[in-house]
């Protein structure tokens, strides 16, 4: 089968790498892809947002499945084009990638199908809005609606900060919709759930480490560390997410005329085994998925091919009692400003339990250089948390970049008694 991947991070790495180790796949292409990518696939420069050029380049080569890696395609209906098209694709329409592009909306299809989730209402009225915050006072959450990149969102301690936040909010102009929510207090956990209408099929779980410095503290990034499995996530949480939350959510879109086709990333806050949503998103989560990639391997394209092709019933996957971490290495100042086109010295990987996942990188003038705030992913399974987590770190301290920092503390968690190397 000939394949294109669409995305260019530590998430579509680990895609290329588990899919160019299966014998179905023949050729790889990935767009935009990066320096690693460009070593399991050919990287091509298209614009991954125009369905409608994807759907060129796809009839052009040969291409017969599709991979949408990223949101921001997925919340342009790119799935869409590409399958009026004819093609095999993985990912949901635009209509069912609401459930990440707009939070309210999540909220409402979780009120219609009684899924558990924090208390909200969503405002287009600023002095609505404030009124409300002064009523609940704080704790509280506000979410500004819509894809903003991990950024939209103000867990806010004081009534002052939660003001804040609207005020930021609302300066976008007309058109400004906030949810503002009951803070949940609780462990989260992420579960990955590969969806077609109301099959499932899960492929994982994993907790990710959002704040950018040890010890969860400075500002929020796209995720600084995940690992796999999440403690958290027990058999019977697993299964109750599933019961209250993810079959609910899959029987109402179905019923809405928007089945859901692709992965069903749930973020959930667990307290005393009872889970609650706190978010949906459409896609891996990056770089949950570098940890889940490197238990799972060849297979994740077998499982992923049987959602795209609605064989979700039958599949299954095999677990090996293991465990992974990821750790991010990124450019000193994100998720602020930082430098691009520093040189970076990778060692030799002997290890097969190890992998150093490109998230930002290119080739300039033969010499690999950083190419984004979060560049590298350290990642390593072992037979334990603790020996992924060694391992992970000692391929992490081996990377020659004086520009790079990284959390030294990923796991914390669940290895309270551990410090981290
Ligand atoms: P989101 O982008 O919705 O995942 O929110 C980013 C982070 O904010 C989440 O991972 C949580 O840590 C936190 N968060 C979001 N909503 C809530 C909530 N209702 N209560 C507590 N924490 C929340
Ligand atoms: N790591 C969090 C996300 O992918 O949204």
């Given at each position: 089968m000939n394949i294109l991947i669409l995305g260019g991070g530590g998430r579509e790495h680990a895609l290329a790498w588990a899919f160019a180790q299966n014998?179905?796949?023949?050729r790889l292409w990935c767009a935009p892809g990066n320096a690693g990518i460009a070593e399991v696939a050919d990287c091509v420069a298209l614009d991954i947002l125009d369905g409608a050029k994807v759907l060129d380049f796809a009839r052009e080569n040969g291409v017969e499945f599709v991979m949408i890696g990223p949101e921001a395609p997925l919340a342009e209906g790119v799935a869409d084009t590409l399958r009026a098209g004819g093609l095999l694709v993985f990912g949901p329409g635009r209509e069912a990638a609401r459930l990440e592009a707009s939070k309210a909306f999540t909220k409402e299809i979780a009120a219609a199908c009684g899924a558990p989730t924090a208390a909200s209402q969503t405002f287009t009225d600023e002095t609505a809005a404030r009124a409300y915050v002064g009523v609940q006072g704080a704790p509280i959450v506000v979410k500004a609606d819509g894809?903003?990149?991990?950024?939209?969102v103000t867990v806010a301690t004081t009534e002052a900060e939660a003001q804040a936040a609207l005020d930021a909010i609302f300066a976008?102009?007309?058109g400004a919709r906030v949810v503002i929510e009951e803070f949940m207090t609780g462990e989260e956990a992420s579960l990955f759930v590969l969806a077609h209408g109301t099959d499932l099929l899960v492929v994982g779980s994993a907790q990710d480490h959002k704040r950018a410095f040890d010890g969860d503290e400075g500002p929020n990034t796209g995720g600084m560390g995940a690992y796999s499995p999440?403690?958290?996530?027990?058999p019977e949480v697993t299964e109750r997410a599933l019961a209250e939350i993810v079959r609910p959510t899959l029987a109402e879109m179905a019923r809405r005329g928007t089945p859901f086709q692709g992965v069903l990333f749930a973020g959930l806050m667990i307290e005393d085994g009872r889970p609650r949503l706190v978010e949906y998103n459409v896609r891996f989560g990056d770089p949950e998925i570098q940890a889940i990639a490197m238990r799972l391997g060849a297979q994740l394209l077998d499982a992923i091919l049987a959602c795209a092709e609605g064989r979700l019933a039958a599949a299954r996957v095999n677990w090996a009692e293991d465990h992974a971490m990821t750790v991010v290495i990124a450019a000193r100042g994100y998720p602020g400003d930082y430098a691009r086109g520093e040189a970076i010295g990778l060692p030799a990987l002997?290890?097969?339990?190890?992998r150093l996942f490109h998230a930002g990188t290119r080739i300039e003038g033969g010499e690999l250089v950083s190419n984004g705030g979060r560049v590298l992913d350290a990642t390593a399974r072992g037979a334990t948390l603790a020996e992924a987590r060694d391992l992970a770190y000692a391929v992490a301290a081996a990377v020659?970049?004086?520009g790079g920092f990284y959390r030294r503390d990923i796991g914390w968690r669940a290895l309270p008694d551990d410090p981290a190397a």
């Open positions: 014998p179905k796949c023949d894809l903003a990149a991990g950024k939209g976008e102009g007309p999440a403690p958290a996530m027990t002997d290890d097969p339990r190890a020659d970049w004086p």
